[in-house]
């Protein structure tokens, strides 16, 4: 496919931000970041290192939570509500000739999805060999111990499920002898994928829901992809909710693509990708000009922002962080003992987890009065790509005693956490490079969670 990305490089040059980057900046060099929560996984850079251990220290602790790799789309609309638009029209002659090319190339492609839609991919699967494979390298000491111990629990979704079996796979292959403890159950939903408090809802409704709209109507113009389409600008099926709905699921459909493998024209081909029970990738984005995928990101990145972020939204994960501090409570104080707590769930949980982490800047809040700045200040595909992951990764003295139960002593338990394989900053100062004390750390979070639950009203069955 051939882009320059012109109109990019005008936005950022207008801006005068060239001397940072920015998602924009992002965004022009590699288009796939505009698929949001679709864009494939992006494995750390082969010369990227983590910052070594305070001296006298090593990791003895992991407590992750991540979510799947790459699927198919989950709903059958975002396939055939395209799909069923396109042959209807074809049906009545109402395509352009490269409406019937389109409709031509996905007449084939979309049948594939039949009973696969959510499903983990080949490429999803890999990701997460491919994560778990670095855990071991990153940490030896851990995973490598004779002692090593792993509770991995998984959403009861299957492609959560697949994803977290790949992982330890590779946990099992470093170290033959190492004790993992593989579960799934209902009862683990509460702090794996929590329902939404209808307090925070309802905030979120009331604070937001006019500005996304007014987002939307500015910058989602379907009407030029329709005349590419159609031979009248008029038609319309009786069956379509909107042009708008039209052009969002084909741009889903685009962005999705790589989670099948590299996308013709944009990637190099992988010679490791098995093609067998597998549909191979499609180069969608040329349907698209470089202003309608920057604005339909921008639409997707404010929403989820909206949803996930700003505001209270973060206290949606609050039994997930309780479930990481009280998990740490019964652990970290084992003499001489290894090993992880690996939880495996979804975006809408690794998201707001890492605003309400505070994790860098994932969680920044931006005024209600800045927010058509948004898309230059915060970017979502930061965050919560397919297997995107959050690690807090916990250090204890090589020799000699370290604290017990918080209090001051020797030796304190130090922790950093990475974001996607990265380090990142947490939310109370640092003692050396990105490593803090967990006791300070786990005060911020319990003070942090106990005043929002004091300060908020309770739910209401009403």
């Not at 005068?16 to 970041?33: H, K, M, S």
């Not at 309802?202 to 939307?216: G, I, L, N, P, S």
Request: proline share 5%.
């Amino acid at each position: 496919m051939k882009k320059n990305f012109t109109l990019f490089s005008a936005l950022i040059l207008a801006l005068g931000l060239a001397a940072q980057t920015t998602p924009l900046q992002e965004i022009q060099r590699n288009v796939r970041l505009t698929a949001s929560q679709y864009t494939a996984y992006i494995d750390p850079e082969p010369d990227y290192r983590l910052t070594p251990a305070p001296k006298g220290y090593e990791p003895f602790y992991i407590s992750h939570y991540g979510r799947h790799g790459s699927r198919w789309l989950i709903d059958r609309h975002q396939y055939w509500d395209v799909m069923d638009v396109l042959d209807r029209a074809h049906q009545q002659g109402a395509l352009t000739p490269r409406g019937e090319e389109l409709w031509a190339t996905l007449s084939e492609w979309v049948p594939t999805t039949h009973k696969r839609r959510g499903e983990l991919t080949n490429v999803g699967e890999r990701q997460h060999h491919r994560i778990g494979r670095r855990l071991t390298e990153r940490f030896p000491e851990i995973f490598g111990a004779r002692d090593c111990e792993v509770d991995a629990r998984s959403t009861v979704v299957i492609r959560c499920i697949l994803s977290m079996e790949a992982e330890c796979e590779e946990l099992t292959a470093f170290n033959p002898a190492i004790s993992i403890h593989n579960d799934v159950s209902e009862s683990f939903q509460y702090y794996l994928n929590q329902d939404w408090s209808r307090r925070i809802k309802d905030e979120q409704k009331a604070r937001w829901a006019e500005v996304t709209f007014d987002y939307k109507k500015a910058y989602l113009h379907p009407e030029r992809l329709w005349g590419v389409l159609f031979r009248d600008t008029a038609w319309r099926d009786e069956k379509l909710p909107s042009r708008t709905h039209f052009m969002r699921n084909f741009f889903y459909m685009a962005g999705n693509m790589q989670s099948h493998g590299p996308v013709p024209g944009l990637q190099s081909d992988d010679p490791t990708l098995s093609w067998k029970h597998q549909s191979r990738p499609l180069n969608l984005y040329g349907w698209f000009t470089d202003q309608e995928l920057f604005d339909l990101w921008r639409t997707e990145n404010l929403e989820w922002y909206v949803n996930y972020v700003a505001g209270k939204a973060p206290f949606t994960q609050e039994n997930l962080l309780w479930n990481i501090i009280q998990t740490c409570d019964t652990t970290l104080h084992k003499a001489g003992w290894h090993g992880a707590t690996m939880r495996f769930g979804h975006e809408v949980c690794v998201l707001p987890l890492s605003a309400l982490l505070e994790l860098g800047d994932a969680g920044k809040q931006i005024p209600l009065s800045e927010i058509n700045t948004l898309y230059d200040r915060w970017a979502n595909f930061r965050v919560f790509p397919m297997a995107c992951n959050v690690q807090l990764v916990f250090y204890r003295p090589k020799e000699g005693r370290f604290a017990s139960n918080y209090t001051e002593g020797e030796g304190d338990i130090l922790v950093k956490a990475l974001l996607n394989e990265r380090e990142v900053a947490l939310p109370v100062p640092a003692v050396e490079g990105p490593y803090c004390r967990w006791k300070d750390l786990r005060a911020y979070y319990v003070n942090k969670l106990t005043q929002f639950t004091e300060s908020a009203p309770k739910d209401s069955d009403d």
